[in-house]
């Protein structure tokens, strides 16, 4: 994967090296929710989130994305390289505004025991609630406010985490190839089966999901998130519920 810069105006854009549309990070793009975030269809980007939190995390919302294959690289599983490597090439202030989603009425969706909500509030906010499905391990939740939490420290580091009995699944469709003990939380039967960054890295992994999935919307949102049990779909579904609020 290669980041270069990128004019005002542009967005996120995603390319293949090999050719092909370039595909802009944004909701109408995405046409896959199940364990990641795909945009463009066939042909298209897979995994964009991790890259999409970090850099709105850094506070990039103009980039060249070139990617050698057509997933973004999963590297630890969590959004700390991405940031860190963003980071360290630096932002620089470009002459335009970026606009503002202010939520006017509490927005909200789900289904069973799945839900997430945007309140009004003054700046971005949001908390996360997770329960995992292993005989040893409590529900768990994790807040992040940007104007007291650095995201490097409580949000990046998280990596991604899944169930043991479903990893064999996956690899039979071919996803989650390179996940390892290495690089994904795992959950067993009873417990972890590898050491968890934080108490709650779980849920903190959540937020940086849902950060980055809701910088689809290309605006700053002001407004406060309340997530129980969700994930990709009903983030997306939560971005559009935004965006159609009309403001
Ligand atoms: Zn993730």
Redo the contacts with the bound molecule.
Sequence with gaps: MVLRPAPPGSGIVFRRASGGAVIRAALDAVTGTDG?VSLGGAGGVQTV??LLSAAWAVGIDNLDVELAGGEVPGMDGSALPIFEALRHAGVERQDAMKPVLRVRTPVWTGEESSWIVALPAPRFGAAYIVTQDASRLEDQAATYDPARDRYEEVIAPAR?WGYERDAEALRRRGLALGASLENTLVIGASGYLNAPRFPNEAAR?KI??LV?DLALLGRDIHGYVIAVRAGHRLHVALARGLRDQGE
């Design positions: 990641r989130e991790h991604t992994h940086l999901d980055g």
